[in-house]
């Protein structure tokens, strides 16, 4: 089955840039969206189709796309940034897309 | 503002039916712009889609559960349903209503998510 990989953890300073990688095969082929969660929270989405930005999002956070990874960019990062990141994109081998999450990468603001 | 509420029992006996609804305000779920769906997150693991179901009655489920799931839409109530059957412990999770954006396969709204244990 389709899967998208992420690191398990990422830890930046306050004001660095934290970048979390997510890597498929079919990634150049679909979109990825990306997915802040919080503890006890349920997720909400920071970047659409690669790098679109959802209104109230903040500027620091956007998103790119090479090839098999896309990668989601938080420039200054906060301590209010501190949460888990999924990525997520559609596995279309199957007759109707399937929807496939990566394993999720736990940010650490130091 | 839409609004996602889940709602259901919250501890099932191994082998039964887990049954949840997810109830949807400022929006409606008859809609022909979004997907309906279910996501379930175990207790400190990723998060693992399940299926969804459209305002026609259409569903797609995730095929790693498929065999167990049914997704169904009341549009008189504002609501779809999750039924997962034969649950063992593997299936205690946090279980998730959202809602998925046709075409673009984005979730824009979530409900707050329900602990569901299996358990005997």
């Known amino acids: 089955s389709y899967e998208l990989t992420q690191p398990p953890s990422v830890s930046v300073s306050p004001g660095q840039t934290a970048r979390i990688t997510c890597s498929g095969d079919?990634?150049?082929?679909?979109?990825a969206y990306w997915y802040q969660q919080k503890p006890g929270q349920a997720p909400v989405l920071v970047i659409y189709?690669?790098?679109e930005r959802p209104s109230g999002i903040p500027e620091r956070f956007s998103g790119s796309s090479s090839g098999t990874t896309v990668t989601l960019t938080i420039s200054g990062v906060q301590a209010e940034d501190e949460a888990d990141y999924y990525c997520?994109?559609?596995?279309?081998?199957?007759?109707?897309?399937?929807?496939?999450f990566g394993g999720g990468t736990k940010l650490t603001v130091l | 503002q839409v609004q996602l509420q889940e709602s259901g029992p919250g501890l099932v006996k191994p082998s039964e039916t887990l049954s949840l609804t997810c109830t949807v305000s400022?929006?409606?779920?008859?809609?022909?712009?979004?997907?309906w769906s279910w996501i379930r997150q175990p207790p400190g693991k990723g998060l693992e889609w399940i299926g969804y179901?459209?305002?026609?009655?259409?569903?797609n489920y995730n095929p790693s559960l498929k065999s167990r799931v049914t997704i169904s839409v009341d549009t008189s109530k504002n609501q779809f349903s999750l039924k997962l059957s034969s649950v063992t412990a593997a299936d205690t999770a946090v279980y998730y209503c959202?809602?998925?954006?046709?075409?673009?396969?984005?979730?824009?709204?979530w409900g707050q998510g329900t602990l569901v244990t299996v358990s005997s």
């Open positions: 959202a809602r998925e954006v046709v075409v673009a396969a984005r979730f824009d709204y």
């Open positions: 189709k690669d790098s």
């Open positions: 079919a990634l150049p082929k679909q979109y």
């Open positions: 997520q994109s559609a596995d279309s081998s199957g007759t109707y897309p399937h929807v496939v």
């Open positions: 400022g929006g409606s779920v008859s809609s022909g712009s979004y997907y």
């Open positions: 179901i459209y305002y026609s009655g259409s569903t």
